[in-house]
C-alpha cells in the first residue's frame, strides 16, 4: 500500500455507506493513520444515491476529496454506473453482485460479491450488509487492520447490535476469503 | 406620578418623549404600582421593550432595562429568563411591535408558557412613525396608511395569546387605571406566560384622524365602552359589538418553561454525574 | 490530579464547533435548525442541560440571536450557529450585539446561495456579508478554519475574542468543514485558555455602562448583579442614555472602531507555508485552503517558487501583511467558492504593487487542486 490509500464506497441512501465511511477512517486512526471522511451530497442525492469517500494517509491529507478511488465499492446499479469509470488505475472494485448486474468492462482487480444477499441470508438482516462489505473490503484491501476495524465498528453502532454487527463482519471476510484463495 | 412610585425611575431621562394627551404614562404608571405592590426587586427585575412609543418607557425605568430590536423583545426576554430564570422579566411593547413584526415570536413565547409579562400598550396605531395603521387598528379606522380606513381585520390579541397557550390573560384600559395594575400584578404573579393588554389612547396619531381629538375625549370613550367581563355573561352578541371586554380574561394552570428546563437540566445531569452553571463574574 | 490522556479521534467539523464552545465555557445555544449547520445545534441540544447550560430551538434566526443576546447579557457566554439563508435573517440583531457591546458568537457554515441555492452544497458566497451585512458602520471579526481542529481552536478562540472585546464575532465556516471527519486531538479541558468579559471594578453607584477603559472596552456588568443600567441599540452616550447628540453619536461609532482595531496584534491570526521565498502567493481561506496547500506543494515539487498565506482571521484584514506580499511576490492567486468577494480586497490592499488574480467556481464543489495548479502555471 502506498502512502496515501483513496476509498469511495457507494451505493443507495439507507445501505449505511456513509457509517461505513466513518467506520472505516476510524479505524485508520485506530491504526496509527490520518484520514478523512466526507459524503458529497451532491446532485447524485436526488437519485437516492449516496456516496462516502475516506483517504487515508501516513502524512498530513490536504485535499479532502476523492477524485479516482483505489478502492471502490458499489452497491448499487446506479453507483456502478456513474462512478465505475472512476477507479484508479490499478485500482480494486468491489461490486454487490445482488444489485448490480450489469457491468460493463473495466480496467483494475473486480471482485464480484453477494453481498446484500449475504447479509440478509447469513446474517439474517440485510441492514448489516454495510458491514458485511466492510469486511469483504478490508479482506481484500487490507487498507486498515482487522482489530482496529471491529474496535471502530463497535464504538460506533447502536449498544445491543455487538453480536449481529460482528457476525456481519465476520461473515464478510469470509465472503472475500473464498474468492481470494 | 406618585412620590412613592420616584424610586422606580431614572429622573435624569426626564422629560419623557410622550405627547400631551398620550395614555402611556398611565400604563407605565399602573406597571408600578403593580411592581411596588409585589415588592420586586428592582435588581432582580428586568424590563425589556421592542420599538415603539410604548417601548420608550423602559429607558425610564430603573432596572435592568434592554432597548431591543423592532419586534423582537420577546426574544431576547426569552434569553433573559432562560439564562437566570430567578430574575422578572417584564415586556413593555406595542400593538404594532408585538402582533406585526413581532407576532410570531409573541405566539411562541405563549406557546412556550414561558414566565414573561408582557404589557402590551395597545393605540390601535403605530405612533411613533406617525399614524400608520397596525394589526390592531380596528376596521374602518383611518391611519395615514388607510387614508380611506383600513379595510382589514384586527387581532383581537387576548384571545390570540390564549389559543397560542397563555396561561394569563387580562385586560384594562388606561381609563380603567385600578384594573389595570392590579391585572398586570396578577400578570406577573403568574409562572407562566403573561398577557395583559393595556387600551390607551394616542389622540396625536390615531385620535384626530377618528374623530376623537384630545386625550380625555378618547378616555370617556374607553369609559364608555368598556365592558367588564362578568357583565358580558348576561349581553348578547349584538350588544357587545364594538365593546372592550375588560377584566381577568383567562387563567389556567400549565407548566412553566423555564421550570421544566430546570427539570430536564436535573435529569440529564443525574445521567452523567453532570453539573450547575454559575454566570460569569468577570476576570 | 487528572491524568492527561492525548486521544485522537475521528471529529466532525460541526462536532469540533460544539466541543469548543463547551470548552471555552459556551452555556446557552439558541438557534433554528438549517442545513449544513444543524448538527452543532444537535450537539448542544444534547450537551448542555448536562452542564448546567440551555439550549432552545426559537421560531426563527432573529429569534435566535436575539435569545443569545438577551442570555450573554444574563451573564451566560451564548452561541448560535446557522448557515447563508439565517445569517442573512440575524443581521439585524448582529447590528445590535455590536452596537450595544454584547459577547456573542455566530456560527455560520456556508452554503451554495444565493436564497435556498444548493442547501447540502458547500460555498464562500458570505465574506462579503459578513463583514458589511448589517447597516450602519461597525467592525467585526470573523474567523474561518479550514480544518476540524481548527474550528475547535478558532471557535474557543471566536469565544475568547467576543467576550474580551464584547463584540459579536462570526465563525465563517463552510459545508466541507462543517461536514468533514478527521482525526483531530483536542487540548485536555485545563489547557484550553479561556477569557471572560471584563467586569466593574466599581460599585453600582459609581458604575457608568458605556465609559470604556484604556483598551476602549467599558467593563460589562451582568443583568441581575445589582448594577442597573439601560441597554440600546440606538445611539447613546456612556451612561447608556439614547442620544440625537452628533458629536456623542459619532464618537460612539469611532470608539467601536478603535476598540477593535487598536487590538489589530492580538485579534489577527494567520498561516502560512513556503512563504519565505515565494514569487507567487496563493492566498486561501477556510476549505480552499486544502487544495491550495497540494497546489502549492505540486508547485514547488515542479521548481515553481509558490508560497500559501492563510487569513484565519478573515476581518478585520489583514492589510498590512497582505501589503507585505505584494511587495514580495509577483503574483497573488485567490482561490474562493465564490465570485471573487475576497479578492475584491486583496485588489484593494495590493494596488497595483503585483498581479491579483482569482480561481473562482460557484458549482457548488470544493475547488480542486488542479484548478489552482493551472492558474499557478499561467503567472510563471
Known amino acids: 500500500m502506498g502512502k496515501s490509500m483513496e476509498l469511495r464506497l457507494s451505493g443507495t441512501g439507507g445501505q449505511g455507506l456513509i457509517l461505513a465511511g466513518i467506520i472505516i477512517a476510524d479505524a485508520a486512526i485506530r491504526d496509527g493513520k490520518n484520514s478523512v471522511q466526507s459524503q458529497s451530497y451532491g446532485p447524485e442525492a436526488r437519485g437516492g444515491a449516496s456516496r462516502a469517500e475516506v483517504i487515508i494517509s501516513d502524512e498530513e491529507i490536504d485535499y479532502p476529496r476523492v477524485a479516482h478511488p483505489n478502492v471502490l465499492l458499489v452497491m448499487s446499479q446506479e453507483a456502478y454506473d456513474k462512478f465505475a469509470a472512476d477507479l484508479d488505475r490499478g485500482g480494486v472494485m468491489i461490486i454487490d453482485s445482488t444489485y448490480v448486474q450489469e457491468r460493463p468492462g473495466i480496467d483494475g482487480a473486480v471482485y464480484t460479491l453477494p453481498i446484500s444477499s449475504t447479509a440478509r441470508e447469513q446474517v439474517g438482516r440485510e441492514m448489516v450488509a454495510n458491514v458485511v462489505a466492510l469486511g469483504a473490503m478490508v479482506r481484500i484491501t487490507g487498507v486498515v487492520s482487522r482489530r482496529a476495524l471491529a474496535d471502530a465498528l463497535l464504538a460506533r453502532i447502536p449498544r445491543g447490535t455487538e453480536e449481529l454487527n460482528l457476525k456481519a463482519l465476520e461473515t464478510g471476510w469470509q465472503l472475500a476469503e473464498k474468492v481470494l484463495h | 406620578m406618585m412620590q412613592e412610585l420616584q424610586g422606580y425611575l431614572r429622573l435624569d431621562r426626564f422629560p419623557h418623549m410622550w405627547c400631551p394627551g398620550c395614555g402611556n404614562g398611565i400604563v407605565l404608571g399602573c406597571l408600578l404600582r403593580a411592581i411596588k405592590k409585589l415588592e420586586l426587586d428592582q435588581d432582580r427585575t428586568v424590563i425589556v421593550g421592542g420599538i415603539g412609543c410604548s417601548s420608550r418607557a423602559v429607558g425610564y425605568l430603573d432596572f435592568n432595562t434592554l432597548h431591543t430590536t423592532h419586534g423582537r423583545a420577546l426574544a431576547f426576554a426569552t434569553g433573559i429568563k432562560l439564562a437566570r430564570p430567578e430574575l422578572h422579566v417584564i415586556v413593555i411593547t406595542g400593538d404594532g411591535d408585538a402582533t406585526a413584526i413581532g407576532g410570531n415570536h409573541f405566539i411562541h413565547a405563549a406557546r412556550r408558557n414561558i414566565d414573561l409579562t408582557v404589557v402590551l400598550f395597545n393605540n390601535n396605531i403605530y405612533g411613533m412613525t406617525g399614524g400608520q395603521y397596525s394589526p390592531l387598528t380596528p376596521g374602518g379606522k383611518k391611519a395615514t396608511t388607510a387614508p380611506y380606513g383600513t379595510i382589514e381585520h384586527n387581532f383581537d390579541v387576548a384571545e390570540l395569546a390564549r389559543s397560542a397557550g397563555a396561561t394569563y390573560v387580562g385586560r384594562s384600559t388606561t381609563y380603567h387605571s385600578n384594573l389595570l395594575a392590579n391585572l398586570i400584578a396578577a400578570g406577573i404573579e403568574n409562572k407562566g406566560f403573561s398577557l395583559v393588554e393595556a387600551i390607551t389612547a394616542c389622540p396625536t396619531a390615531y385620535g384626530r384622524r377618528n374623530k376623537m381629538r384630545s386625550g380625555a375625549e378618547m378616555l370617556l370613550w374607553q369609559k364608555e365602552n368598556a365592558v367588564h367581563v362578568k357583565k358580558t355573561e348576561r349581553m348578547a352578541p349584538a350588544e357587545l359589538a364594538g365593546k372592550i371586554v375588560i377584566g381577568e380574561l383567562h387563567k389556567r394552570e400549565a407548566p412553566e418553561y423555564t421550570a421544566m428546563y430546570e427539570q430536564l437540566i436535573a435529569e440529564a445531569g443525574r445521567e452523567t454525574g453532570g453539573g450547575s452553571v454559575t454566570p460569569l463574574k468577570g476576570r | 490530579m487528572s491524568q492527561v490522556i492525548e486521544m485522537a479521534r475521528l471529529m466532525q467539523g460541526n462536532e469540533a464547533v460544539a466541543e469548543g464552545a463547551l470548552a471555552a465555557g459556551v452555556r446557552f445555544f439558541a438557534g433554528y435548525p438549517i442545513t449544513p449547520s444543524t448538527e452543532i445545534a444537535e450537539i448542544m441540544a444534547d450537551r448542555l442541560p448536562r452542564l448546567g447550560g440551555k439550549f432552545i430551538q426559537m421560531e426563527d434566526e432573529i429569534a435566535g440571536l436575539a435569545a443569545v443576546i438577551g442570555a450573554s447579557l444574563a451573564g451566560l457566554k451564548a452561541l448560535t450557529a446557522t448557515s447563508g439563508p439565517g445569517f442573512s435573517l440575524m443581521q439585524e440583531n448582529l447590528g445590535f450585539a455590536a452596537m450595544a457591546e454584547v459577547p456573542c458568537v455566530i456560527v455560520n457554515v456556508q452554503r451554495s446561495g444565493p436564497s435556498t441555492g444548493m442547501p447540502t452544497s458547500p460555498a464562500q458566497g458570505d465574506v462579503m456579508q459578513a463583514r458589511w451585512g448589517t447597516h450602519g458602520d461597525h467592525p467585526v471579526i470573523v474567523l474561518s478554519p479550514s480544518s476540524v481542529r ?108 478603535d476598540k477593535i482595531n487598536m487590538h489589530l496584534d492580538d485579534i489577527l491570526l494567520d498561516d502560512a507555508k513556503f512563504l519565505e521565498d515565494a514569487e507567487i502567493v496563493v492566498l486561501a481561506y477556510g476549505s480552499t485552503a486544502r487544495p491550495a496547500r497540494r497546489a502549492v506543494k505540486e508547485a514547488r515539487g515542479r521548481g515553481i517558487k509558490a508560497g500559501l498565506y492563510r487569513p484565519l482571521t478573515l476581518w478585520p484584514f489583514p492589510a498590512k501583511k497582505v501589503r507585505e506580499l505584494a511587495e514580495q511576490a509577483h503574483s497573488i492567486i485567490v482561490p474562493e467558492m465564490n465570485l471573487g468577494q475576497y479578492r475584491l480586497e486583496v485588489e484593494r490592499v495590493v494596488r497595483d504593487r503585483a498581479r491579483v488574480s482569482g480561481v473562482n467556481r460557484v458549482h457548488g464543489e470544493l475547488i480542486e487542486p488542479e484548478e489552482i495548479t493551472a492558474a499557478i502555471l499561467e503567472v510563471v
Open chain 3, 150 to 257: 481548527e474550528a475547535y481552536d478558532l471557535t474557543v478562540r471566536a469565544v475568547n475574542l467576543a467576550e474580551k472585546y464584547r463584540v459579536p464575532v462570526i465563525l465563517l465556516m463552510d459545508e466541507v468543514v462543517g461536514h468533514l471527519r478527521e482525526k483531530v486531538v483536542l487540548p485536555a479541558r485545563g489547557e484550553v485558555e479561556t477569557v471572560d468579559r471584563p467586569s466593574p471594578k466599581v460599585p453600582p453607584g459609581e458604575y457608568v455602562p458605556f465609559r470604556p477603559e484604556d483598551n476602549l472596552v467599558p467593563p460589562m456588568a451582568n443583568f441581575g448583579e445589582g448594577y442597573r443600567y439601560h441597554v440600546t441599540g440606538l445611539a447613546h452616550d456612556e451612561k447608556g442614555t439614547p442620544t440625537n447628540n452628533p458629536a456623542l453619536a459619532e464618537q460612539l461609532l469611532l470608539r467601536l472602531h
